[in-house]
């Protein structure tokens, strides 16, 4: 069985700056993919970034990039220069490639509050 | 309009009665996937599929019956709902490896 965590229920940030969010994985797969999607209050789900266990750099999208750390299990989300429409809550994601591990497992998710 | 549509938007139903919510995608992406997020759980898989007519159970599917007869339709049907199955579902579609795709999500109320 594949388990995501997400240890930070809320997050404050101040616009402009930097931030983590944190997310650890647990998989017996050799092989998977890792996901972040934001759901913003309008409840729809949009994806952000996408890292496969076996790229071997960081996966980045605009001011989106994702810290892989293989050997920790950790796939934590940096979101750089915070800006206010990025308040939303994160989740973390993954699948694996075999079996019933092809499911889609998330995070509880962490609430992102950018302050002006 | 291309993409995965669920209907409805919105459901309010009595505690015993059967409810089916629809969920289409325009692709023909192979998996599909139905989630109930409930506050403080997140996203909780309740059934998957990898293909038509197949068919799989996620974390949290007793109460709940999928079927799968076309590639691009996915119900989600609770026989007898309860007030627990009160929630906000989403369904998916998968294709490839890189990205997952969310319908609107339907709100449903069970009084």
């Known amino acids: 069985a594949q388990k995501i965590t997400q240890t930070q229920p809320g997050m404050f940030v101040q616009e402009k700056e930097a931030v983590t969010l944190d997310c650890t994985y647990d998989?017996?797969?050799?092989?998977?993919?890792l996901f972040w999607y934001k759901q913003p209050s309008s409840g729809e789900m949009i994806f952000l970034i996408y890292?496969?266990?076996?790229?071997?750099q960081n996966a980045t999208e605009g001011r989106y990039s994702l810290n892989f750390q293989k050997a920790r299990k950790s796939a934590n989300l940096v979101i750089s220069a915070s800006q206010l429409g990025d308040s939303a809550m994160y989740f973390c994601?993954?699948?694996?490639?075999?079996?019933?591990?092809?499911?889609?497992?998330f995070g509880s998710g962490t609430q992102l509050t950018v302050l002006p | 309009d291309a993409g995965i549509t669920q209907s409805p938007r919105y459901k309010i139903t009595e505690t015993g009665r059967q409810v089916t919510l629809m969920c289409h995608q325009t692709?023909?992406?192979?998996?599909m996937f139905w989630y109930r997020q409930d506050l403080g759980h997140g996203l909780r898989l309740i059934y998957y599929?990898?293909?038509?007519?197949?068919?799989d159970k996620g974390e949290v599917p007793d109460g709940y019956v999928v079927s799968r007869s076309k590639t691009e339709n996915f119900p989600l049907t609770l026989e007898s709902a309860t007030r627990s199955q009160t929630s906000v579902y989403f369904c998916?579609?998968?294709?490839?490896?890189?990205?997952?795709?969310f319908g609107q999500g339907t709100r449903l109320t069970v009084v």
């Open positions: 994601a993954m699948r694996g490639f075999s079996g019933s591990a092809r499911q889609l497992t």
């Open positions: 998989t017996s797969d050799q092989s998977y993919g």
């Open positions: 890292q496969g266990s076996y790229d071997e």
């Open positions: 692709w023909s992406h192979s998996y």
């Open positions: 599929s990898a293909a038509a007519d197949i068919t």
């Open positions: 998916a579609t998968l294709q490839g490896s890189t990205e997952a795709f």
